[in-house]
């Protein structure tokens, strides 16, 4: 799980849902931040603005930690590549710059989080990157550094990702309680809760209830991201309430959804739950 990742820690992210990633990223951050250590948000088919209010949304108050230089979001080409078509030896030499600035500038480590897109661009050097991911072993080896890769399974080819997933050390993803074509429930990592998509119904209570009993046992505040779930059924609606009614007085729970699922919640008494909010996803009246 990304909270567990630490200094001298090399890991890869091979993701297929773009706001998993997103979230995962922004945990990332987030945690590097409380350490009061320095962060580097590389990214390259997100613009950097997009990154900084993506990061934003999962609750990353990135402003001040901006402002006094210890976060930064920047294009991946400009940060590691130099602008273009950097060698492998110039992209380590580019790390190991980061990590010994960050040093005298205080902080106790340097984390890194970089988005390897670049490499699917034509005329880009993949050879280096291969190069690349090879040759960083001797950077992690005094803690200083934790680095995570990000490769888009729709965007890399099946020889690469094999080629990513046995060069890194360690892989980062987000657990996964039950996925099929229609339905997956995850752990969402930013805000911290539950996340679920396609079309829930009462064949798969049980792994919707396990996903809100961690929830309600690890988080303070619970967060049910309902954006992608088109369908939910009674029972499945009603877990929600039960969760949410077990919630002490100083604690809530956030579920974002559709109009049609927040119909399904209203008519089976969520406006009654004092610990419940329900809002609208973006994008819906």
Known sequence: MVARLAGGDHACMTFSD??????????????????????????????????????????????AAMRRGQLSIAPVRAALLDGGGATAPQMISALSKEVDQAAKDGYTGVRITADMCWATRPLAAVDQLRAFETATADLFADGRLCLICQYDRDRFDAVTLAFATESHPKAVAAQVYFESPLLRICRQYSPRGVRAAGELDYGHQEEFEHALSESLRLDRHMHVNLRDLNYIDAACAALLLQAAERLTVSRRMTVVCQPLVATVLELIGANSVAGMRVSLAHGHA
């Open 18 to 63: 773009g706001e998993e990633r997103l979230d995962l990223v922004a945990a990332f951050v987030r945690n590097g931040l409380r350490h009061g250590q320095r962060v580097l948000c590389w990214t390259d088919s997100i613009p950097p603005d997009d990154m900084a209010r993506a990061l934003a949304d999962r609750s990353v108050r990135h402003g």
